[in-house]
Structure formats: C-alpha cells, structure tokens
C-alpha cells in the first residue's frame, strides 16, 4: 500500500457524459500528479500541483479537462462531454519534493461506451 | 524535451537467465532516473532509482541499474529471473531544474517461463 488513494477504482460512462475522478495523496506531500495510461503505452503525464498552485499543463489536456487541488490535499480530475479515446487508465501520483521519490495511487480505470 | 526510449518491448526469458532492459534518456542536464515495476493486476511502485553518487544502483528484489552518463543510458539487470518477476517495467526520467514532471518510456512487459 503506498498511500495514495484513488476513486473511483473504475467507471464505465456513456459518451457524453462528465466524469470527475479523485485522488488522495499522501499526507504531507505537497506535490500531485496526474498521468494518463493506455494500453501498451507507460503513462503519460498530464498535470502537477504544487500544493493548491497548478504549475503545469501537459498539451494532453484538452479544453475538456479540468483539475482541481483547492486545499492543497486531495485532488479532483474532471473530463467534460466524455469520448471514446477518453477511455484509459488515470493515475495519481504524489511525492514530498522535488528530490522525493514519487508514489503512485491505483489509477481509475475509464471506459466510456 | 525530454523523453525516454526503452529497447524492448515484449521479453520472454526462461527462470534464471540473466536480465538486461535498456533505457536511453534525451535530456542534457542533471537527471534523476527511475525504475517502476507493475506486477500484473497491481499498481506502479519503485523499483530503484538513481538521484545521485554510485551510478550502480541496487532495488528491490535483486535488481539493479547502472547510470552512464556518457551513454544517456539507465539499464536495468537481474542475475537471475525468477517467474514472479512477471511483470511490465517502465523506465522514468526527471529532468533536474528544467520542471518537475517525470517521463516515462512505453514499458518492457517481460514474461518468464516456469
């Protein structure tokens, strides 16, 4: 168990539809990580928190997506108007500093139908 | 930008073959190197990792990498594969002073033969 929680484990939505995924990090890790992974690919990342302060910004992140980490604790991950290539698996990662070995959650797994 | 090449992407070894998965990494500056490890049905977790010093770095479950600068390169070795070593591997790269989001290659799924 690394400590970093994820939820919903899984979801199956219609195309369309919004979905909003969240992650708890480690207590007293002040950055957090979102990473999309699909098959056969390693994951690909696609935003940082710096506690409450979104520093980055993958170009996988269309208009579609937001993220959210309003008290510097747990995090939000919302996709609007969902579609098909929408379906992979998101992971959330945290880590305490920037020299900190970065611990990963047990990803939510999207299908979207 | 950065990026990471792993030379294989499907391995199949018999039990206590030898080990080797390459990794190259394209960054010219101080890079922190990683490991991860996903058994099947579970979640991403640190295999090894090199920040600094001895660029021979040993993990868990007998493995280890070694970092060659000179190379851009972070391979992985095991002595001796065992079948629970079954698993997908990733090869990570964060670039030091440039931001702090880490990449990670496509993965090497490595199947070993009971």
């Known amino acids: 168990d690394t400590g970093v929680s994820q939820d919903p484990r899984h979801k199956i939505t219609k195309r369309g539809q919004n979905v909003t995924f969240r992650c708890d990090p480690i207590s007293e890790h002040n950055r957090l990580y979102w990473y999309r992974q699909t098959l056969g690919q390693g994951p690909e990342f696609l935003t940082y928190?710096?506690?409450?302060?979104?520093?980055?910004k993958s170009r996988l992140l269309s208009d579609r997506f937001s993220a959210e980490r309003p008290k510097g604790s747990f995090s939000t991950l919302e996709i609007q108007r969902t579609e098909q290539g929408d379906s992979a698996m998101y992971l959330c990662?945290?880590?305490?500093?920037?020299?900190?070995?970065?611990?990963f959650g047990p990803g939510t797994r999207l299908l979207v139908l | 930008a950065q990026s990471v090449s792993q030379h294989n992407h499907h391995v199949i070894l018999s039990e206590a073959a030898s080990l080797e998965l390459g990794c190259n990494y394209s960054?010219?500056?101080?890079?922190?190197l990683f490991w991860y490890v996903q058994y099947p049905g579970q979640h991403l977790q640190l295999l090894l990792k090199?920040?600094?010093?001895?660029?021979l770095v040993k993990g868990i479950k007998g493995f280890e990498a070694e970092f060659i600068k000179s190379k851009f390169s972070f391979n992985l070795r095991k002595p001796s594969v065992q079948w629970s070593d079954t698993a997908e591997y990733f090869c990570?790269?964060?670039?030091?002073?440039?931001?702090?989001?880490?990449?990670f290659g496509k993965g090497t799924r490595l199947h070993i033969l009971p």
């Open positions: 090199y920040f600094s010093g001895d660029p």
């Open positions: 928190f710096q506690n409450e302060a979104q520093l980055e």
């Open positions: 960054y010219g500056g101080t890079v922190n």
């Open positions: 990570a790269v964060n670039a030091i002073g440039r931001d702090d989001k880490i990449i």
């Open positions: 990662a945290s880590r305490r500093g920037a020299e900190e070995t970065q611990y």
